[in-house]
Nanobody, 121 residues
Framework: VQLQASGGGLVQPGNSLTLSCVVS????????LGWFRQAPGREREMVAA????????YYTDPVKGRFTISRDVAKSTVYLQMNSLKPEDTAVYFC???????????????WGKGTLVTVSS
């Protein structure tokens, strides 16, 4: 499984940004996909995930109501729509995958390179 994340950049607080993760080597029906982030000096955390079946999603509490994970099976792409961004959302964002039908962070073993999101005025 190969994962390519993109869409990061500099955005002002309150604005929106959409990250994309293009998947190759497998179809989205074969994998669960998660978005993780790591801010300077902090541990990596799962931000959102969608299970292989598409029936299960997960959001960490700080992003609930602001971030939405979705997928386009035809494009083999998973998106993270981020609204009402805050400075504390600043981090390198990674997409990761697992063959398991789960949103459990420890199950994710395939990783793409990160994309930097900076929220600042």
């Amino acid at each position: 499984v190969q994962l390519q994340a993109s869409g990061g950049g500099l955005v002002q607080p309150g604005n929106s940004l959409t990250l994309s993760c293009v998947v190759s080597g497998r179809t989205l029906g074969d994998i669960s996909l998660g978005w993780f982030r790591q801010a300077p000096g902090r541990e990596r955390e799962m931000v959102a995930a969608i299970s292989r079946s598409g029936g299960g999603t997960y959001y960490t509490d700080p992003v609930k109501g602001r971030f939405t994970i979705s997928r386009d099976v035809a494009k083999s792409t998973v998106y993270l729509q981020m609204n009402s961004l805050k400075p504390e959302d600043t981090a390198v964002y990674f997409c990761a995958a697992t063959f398991r039908n789960t949103v459990t962070p420890s199950a994710y073993s395939f990783w793409g390179k990160g994309t930097l999101v900076t929220v600042s005025s």
